[in-house]
């Protein structure tokens, strides 16, 4: 079993949608978590980043984690074409040092 | 200010040939992290490195694979006798302090094609 689950999609939108991205987990460790944005032949970019459970909002982007049920949600609110990437979750441990175990990423396409 | 650069973008080699990535870090950033994409694949860890030391190699295939990180330059990643299934995308990401609570900065990868 992969310690990070994440439905590769892909997921296709209109414009102007609510997007609702997803992870599951297994390690009850994790206590960081981030979402990354990775364009097609770029790096990943970081989105947001959440320390243990609750939510976050950055613009048209909320972050929720559920440690109770190791499921963390990236919402985007008016989505914009732009927005078409990869989205990839991400996860530390207090004690991994600086080491990230990644979900494999959902592509999300929003079209115009 | 330039933000994590990977050379080369796009690396093609036979099987059996070395390969050399380079990385140079954010400027002022000390700590740099070595992560590998395979097709359809999440981001893996391989290695993390601070001015010459190895912190933490747990990613790290156990043969041929290998990185460093001078005093002075980028660091390398060093893939001997490449085969097939090395071809990926190799990301290198930075950071100044040793535990980036809030992320990475990520480069743009080394897309490694072996044929």
């Known amino acids: 079993q992969k310690e990070v689950e994440q439905d590769p999609g892909p997921l296709s939108v209109p414009e102007g949608a609510i997007v609702s991205l997803n992870c599951t987990y297994s390690?009850?460790?994790?206590?960081?978590f981030m979402w990354y944005r990775q364009y097609s032949r770029k790096g990943p970019e970081l989105l947001m980043y959440?320390?243990?459970?609750g939510n976050k909002e950055d613009g048209r982007f909320t972050a929720q984690v559920d440690k109770s049920s190791k499921y963390i949600s990236l919402f985007i609110r008016d989505s914009q074409p732009s927005d078409s990437a990869t989205y990839l979750c991400?996860?530390?441990?207090?004690?991994?040092?600086?080491?990230?175990?990644f979900g494999e990423g959902t592509q999300l396409t929003v079209n115009p | 200010n330039a933000g994590v650069m990977q050379n080369p973008r796009h690396l093609v080699r036979r099987r059996g040939q070395e390969a050399r990535l380079r990385c140079s870090p954010v400027?002022?950033?000390?700590?740099v992290y070595w992560y590998r994409q395979l097709p359809e694949e999440g981001l893996k860890f391989m290695v993390y490195?601070?001015?010459?030391?190895?912190?933490?190699e747990s990613g790290m295939p156990k043969e041929r694979f290998s990185a460093e990180f001078p005093k002075e330059g980028p660091s390398i990643l060093r893939i001997q006798q490449v085969v097939r299934g090395d071809s990926a995308a190799y990301f290198c990401?930075?950071?100044?302090?040793?535990?980036?609570?809030?992320?990475?900065?990520f480069g743009s990868g080394t897309r490694l094609t072996v044929v």
């Open positions: 990401a930075s950071s100044q302090r040793q535990v980036a609570n809030y992320g990475y900065t």
């Open positions: 390690n009850s460790a994790f206590q960081y």
């Open positions: 959440t320390y243990s459970s």
């Open positions: 991400a996860m530390r441990e207090e004690t991994s040092g600086s080491r990230l175990t």
């Open positions: 400027k002022g950033h000390s700590h």
């Open positions: 490195l601070q001015k010459e030391n190895i912190i933490d």
